[in-house]
């Protein structure tokens, strides 16, 4: 079997953002990954956890902290401008808010070849032409091009979002959590879609979502992150039927089954207590504070993600204990 290729590797990232003259908040700490070529790596937790700023980071959005983004062998936080502009040629992100990211002054032809002429890719009827192309890729009509925004539904717009980021044929997308501002009835159309278009175009995704199903859906690997850092990392079959971190259990728990008697038996582990600032945290586990198996080790000393099982990471120092690996 051929080893797989890998197009980004994360290592140790880190984003800091100053909110006082004594206050850091750690939005992400120290987070390790890596993405092959062709595949979807989702990215899942709780509000606040990190995953939209790992993502940002990721593209170059932000300015990280410490750490790397290795893409296709080069740091792109090393990048000078013009290096940055062939990145961006070959990275894209769809954004989590179909209503703010589209320009409500601008038409759907001007929103989607924006990139097209920074990169000057094509011109005149050509431009009109690949424009009209993308449009019919992503479900709608070529008619719709000298449309503005505010004319179409919150599916429509994600829609035309995503033909915009691949207006410039990347290789690599960022979706920023494209699903969780449409209705329940659209976001299943827009994950289709994405998986589609991945087959088509040889496209590898980074998903970020908090919908674990959808995640589950579209991924092939998924890791877990908890305020700023990844608790767990695993194949999403396997991550799905056997997690092994306390919080991840939990988060699996709460998955709907569609079965009525299932979900009526179902056994959920509830997560007590709110999530704790990601500002100047404490040494030791980030979860120690609301995990019923938290010991003083846990509390004092901050676990290193090491791989449990085959291809299976987990940061808990209990984790072989509670789950008699």
Do not use: W
């Not at 593209?59 to 990048?79: C, E, N, P, R």
């Not at 009509?141 to 035309?160: D, V």
């Not at 908090?210 to 305020?227: A, N």
Request: hydrophobic fraction near 35%.
């Amino acid at each position: 079997m051929a080893e797989k290729e890998v197009l980004i590797e994360v290592k140790d990232l880190k984003k800091y953002f100053q909110v006082g003259k004594h206050a850091t908040l750690k939005a992400v700490d120290g987070v390790s990954f890596k993405i092959y070529k062709g595949e979807t790596l989702g990215l899942v937790g709780e509000s606040g956890c990190g995953k939209t700023t790992c993502g940002k980071t990721v593209m170059g959005l932000y300015d990280a902290t410490g750490g790397q983004v290795i893409f296709d062998g080069t740091d792109i936080h090393s990048l000078n401008k013009h290096e940055k502009k062939e990145f961006t040629k070959r990275a894209q992100i769809i954004f989590q808010d179909p209503y703010s990211s589209l320009n409500p002054r601008m038409t759907v032809a001007d929103i989607i070849g924006e990139g097209i002429d920074i990169h000057g890719l094509y011109k005149g009827e050509e431009r009109m032409q690949k424009i009209h192309e993308l449009l019919e890729l992503v479900g709608l009509n070529k008619e719709h091009a000298l449309r503005f925004p505010h004319e179409f539904s919150g599916g429509q717009r994600q829609r035309i979002g995503i033909a915009r980021a691949l207006a410039i044929e990347p290789e690599f997308i960022v979706c920023d959590e494209p699903i969780s501002a449409l209705d329940v009835s659209i976001q299943a159309q827009v994950v289709n879609l994405l998986i589609e278009l991945q087959k088509k175009k040889k496209l590898t995704y980074l998903f970020i979502a908090h919908d674990l199903s959808m995640v589950k859906h579209i991924s092939d690997r998924v890791g877990v992150m908890y305020l700023g850092s990844m608790v767990e990392f695993a194949n999403s079959d396997e991550l799905y039927q056997e997690p092994l971190h306390p919080y991840t259990k939990a988060l699996m728990s709460a998955i709907p089954i569609p079965d009525p008697h299932e979900e009526k038996i179902k056994r959920r582990i509830p997560i007590e207590g709110e999530i704790p600032s990601p500002i100047n945290p404490k040494p030791g586990c980030r979860f120690a504070g609301r995990c019923r198996y938290a010991t003083e080790a846990c509390r004092t000393s901050t676990p290193e993600l090491v791989e449990i099982k085959p291809e299976h990471f987990v940061a808990c120092h209990r984790v072989k204990e509670l789950n008699e690996l």
